[in-house]
């Protein structure tokens, strides 16, 4: 099992820019990818960035140039970025870290709301 908690959501202005982070416990060393989904009122759920273990990203293409992911590590802790620059309206959503193990099984966070508004 791995536990998943999210921060740093908030309101910003057009433009502006937020960090997400996610904290990642239990069974880290099942771990293979970490990432950022987001999901819109009547959207559904897409990906917006992912890192593995090794390093090797993927971005959804409505947010490559302005979105960075990153990771982290320590005892016992994974951690997972994403800092979001040149933010739009339409990146207003409920962002959620999720972690990809090696046998393809998903853990959730709960989810942080991103609010892009003048």
């Known amino acids: 099992q791995v536990q998943l908690v999210e921060s740093g959501g908030g309101l910003v202005q057009p433009g502006g820019s937020l960090r997400l982070s996610c904290a990642a416990s239990g069974s880290i060393f099942t771990i293979a990818a970490m990432g950022w989904y987001r999901q819109a009122p009547g959207k559904q759920r897409e990906l917006v960035a992912e890192?593995?273990?090794?390093?090797?990203?993927?971005?959804a293409d409505s947010v490559k140039g302005r979105f960075t992911i990153s990771k982290d590590s320590a005892e016992n802790t994974k951690y997972v970025y994403v800092q979001m620059n040149s933010l739009k309206p339409e990146d207003t959503a409920v962002y959620y870290c999720t972690a990809r193990s090696y046998v393809g099984k998903s853990s959730w966070g709960q989810g942080t709301q991103v609010t892009v508004s003048s």
């Open positions: 890192i593995t273990s090794g390093g090797s990203t993927n971005y």
